[in-house]
């Protein structure tokens, strides 16, 4: 399970659709897509889905997605 580690930081993008629900995705973990009535609960089933899609590629030894690079002042 080399690239596996207990902490993996992914920027989530949220977003709210015209029915008034809101939707996280994320460019940097393919497969996270979560709609919840709530910007609260979207962030909070954002974590438990990108935690079970990580775990999944730690588990059948897919590469993972490379991190984000963190800039400076940001």
Do not use: N
Not at 19 to 46: C, H, I, N, W
């Amino acid at each position: 399970m080399s690239g596996c580690k207990d902490r993996y930081q992914i920027r989530v993008q949220i977003e709210q659709l015209p029915e008034g629900v809101f939707l996280a995705t994320s460019k940097d973990l393919p497969g996270l897509v979560v709609e919840m009535p709530t910007r609260e609960e979207v962030l909070e089933e954002a974590a438990i889905v990108a935690h079970k899609i990580i775990e999944s590629y730690c588990v059948h030894g897919d590469p993972l997605p490379p991190e984000p690079v963190k800039l400076s002042g940001a």
